[in-house]
């Protein structure tokens, strides 16, 4: 049997039932969050409403309800590096809500990948040019297990003990 890996770990791929499939559970653009941390996250509701860390939990939980009431068993979460992407911000909505959430593995572009720094010398546009599709969905598959499973996935930021 196939496996998908979701934040809670691997199940079933018979398992995802009704899946939406571009789901943002919380997106922050990481350059503006570092220039202006005190700006916060949007809560989409009219109006919108500013509010902090505790805030956009409550907003993903309440939208995660939501679609799980509706019928829905599992989302993809489509943020990606640089969008803020947060596996266990992810991992304590599908907890606490039951929601299966497929996190996604790569980047968030915009000109970026230029000037990210792998390593002295390499960026990940010049890594990705000289592999090929099989070689970085692979290191795609193995950062996203290896983050699942307790380590640091490069990209976001470092768990904390």
């Known amino acids: 049997m196939a496996t998908v890996d979701t ?3 691997p199940i079933d791929a018979d398992e995802l039932g009704t899946t939406l499939i571009h ?3 919380v ?3 990481e350059a503006v969050l570092a220039e202006w941390p005190h700006a916060g996250t949007v ?3 009219e109006p919108p409403e500013n509010v902090d860390g505790d805030g956009a939990f409550e907003a993903a939980l309440e939208a995660a309800r939501d679609v799980v009431e509706r019928g829905v068993k ?3 979460e489509p943020t990606a590096m640089f969008g803020g992407r947060d596996v266990d911000f992810s991992r304590r909505v599908a907890e606490e809500t039951g929601l299966q959430v497929v996190p996604c593995t790569g980047a968030l572009a915009r000109g970026r990948l230029k000037t990210y720094p792998l390593s002295e010398g390499i960026t990940l546009q ?3 040019a000289g592999a090929a599709i ?3 969905s692979g290191r795609f598959i193995a950062e996203r297990r290896l983050w699942l499973r307790g380590g640091h996935w490069p990209g976001s930021p ?3 003990a």
Request: charged residues 35%.
């Open 23 to 25: 789901e943002h559970l």
């Open 74 to 76: 599992t989302i993809a």
């Open 158 to 160: 470092a768990r904390l």
């Open 43 to 45: 809560r989409e509701i």
């Open 27 to 29: 997106f922050r653009d």
């Open 126 to 128: 010049r890594a990705a």
């Open 134 to 136: 099989e070689g970085l």
């Open 7 to 9: 934040v809670t770990g």
